[in-house]
């Protein structure tokens, strides 16, 4: 089971299992065609979606979205996410961060901040290319900037520490 809230609405339960897809346990049925490296195209209830994937940021687990020319930005929680947070640890895990890590082999194409900084959760750290998608890598919590250790243009591999707080 995952949870997704939209441009921070209600989140929606999703259900994913061989009989198919539900959304608060109502089936959905929709047709979904890949366009291209980063676009599909959705027919759902007779409706038509134009779907461009903008970003993914795998640490804060959200996915920025252009439907039919308007921006929204999905924050995707699985089961593990849901747990913590029921039993009230999700806050205390994001705490303890005390570095990032690269989350995904890439080139860094921007750096939004300089040891000394104060970041708050959530606040933009980094951009890292990875497949042609600009990924933007976020705080995990709030803190201040202790060291950088990429530099724009460099190359660099899953797990690398970036930055550390």
Do not use: C
């Amino acid at each position: 089971m995952y949870t997704a809230s939209v441009n921070n609405a209600d989140p929606v339960r999703i259900n994913l299992s061989p009989a198919g897809i539900t959304l608060n346990d109502e089936p959905v049925n929709w047709d979904l065609s890949k366009l291209g490296e980063r676009t599909y195209h959705i027919i759902r209830d007779h409706q038509s979606y134009s779907v461009e994937v903008l970003a993914i940021d795998a640490t804060t687990k959200t996915v920025r979205l252009k439907i039919n020319g308007n921006v929204h930005e999905v924050q995707v929680k699985d089961r593990f996410d849901l747990l913590l947070e029921k039993m009230g640890m999700s806050n205390a895990a994001a705490s303890k961060v005390n570095d990032i890590k690269a989350p995904m082999p890439g080139l860094i194409v921007g750096i939004s901040v300089q040891p000394g900084d104060t970041v708050s959760k959530g606040d933009t750290v980094l951009i890292l290319e990875a497949m042609k998608m600009e990924n933007v890598i976020k705080a995990p919590g709030d803190g201040t900037v202790q060291a950088i250790k990429v530099e724009k243009g460099a190359r660099v591999e899953k797990g690398q520490v970036l930055v550390l707080f």
